[in-house]
Each structure stands twice: as C-alpha cells, then as structure tokens.
C-alpha cells in the first residue's frame, strides 16, 4: 500500500490549504482514510478520518469547524480542506489507511510519508 500526500505550504494564518493523498496498492474504496499530524516537538495526533462510504467521519475538537474530510473513491484519493489555519496547526500532515471500512474499529496500520503545513502568525 502506498499513500502520497500533497498540497503542503506556508500560510499566513486564518489562510487556507487544501491536502490530498493519493493511494495505490489495494482496493481504497473498501477501507477507511485519516489524517493525522506532528507539530514541532510533539507527538503524532489524529485530525481527522473518514469510513469506507465517506458517510461517517470524525475530528479533533481542535479543528472542528475549520477543517473537512473527504473522499473520492473513483480516484482513489482523500482530501482534507484546511480553513481559518492558525499557528497551531503548523505540524508535518500524514495520511493514512486503516484494515477496515470503520476508521473506529483500530489504529491506522499504512501510513504516507507526510506533508509539511506551516501557518505564520
């Protein structure tokens, strides 16, 4: 399984960006997509996922609101549009699949290679 994430940059913060990931290597219309984050210092934390359908999806309390998942399961890619961007979501952005259709069931188990977000203040 391969994931390739794009669309990283710098912003000036309340700016938007918009990340996409582009997977191969398995059916990607059967399993779950996240994303997660690493800011500077810290460890990895989740941001956002999305089921099989892309009927369910979840987030972060710290970016609801601002940022939305989405998939498209003809292209095998899954996006996440980035609103009102503060300093705080500057981190390097993963995307990754899960072994199941229900991103609830256990952790993410492929992972990409990241795309770095910075937000200026």
């Known amino acids: 399984v391969q994931l390739q994430a794009s669309g990283g940059g710098l912003v000036q913060a309340g700016g938007s960006l918009r990340l996409s990931c582009a997977a191969s290597g398995r059916t990607f219309s059967s399993y779950a997509m996240g994303w997660f984050r690493q800011p500077p210092g810290k460890e990895r934390e989740f941001v956002s996922a999305i089921t099989w359908s892309g009927r369910i999806t979840g987030y972060a309390d710290s970016v609801k609101g601002r940022f939305t998942i989405s998939r498209d399961n003809a292209k095998n890619t899954v996006d996440l549009q980035m609103h009102s961007l503060k300093p705080d979501d500057t981190a390097l952005y993963y995307c990754?699949?899960?072994?199941?259709?229900?991103?609830?069931?256990?952790?993410?188990?492929?992972w990409g290679q990241g795309t770095l977000v910075t937000v200026s203040s």
């Open positions: 990754a699949t899960y072994n199941s259709g229900d991103y609830n069931l256990g952790p993410p188990t492929y």
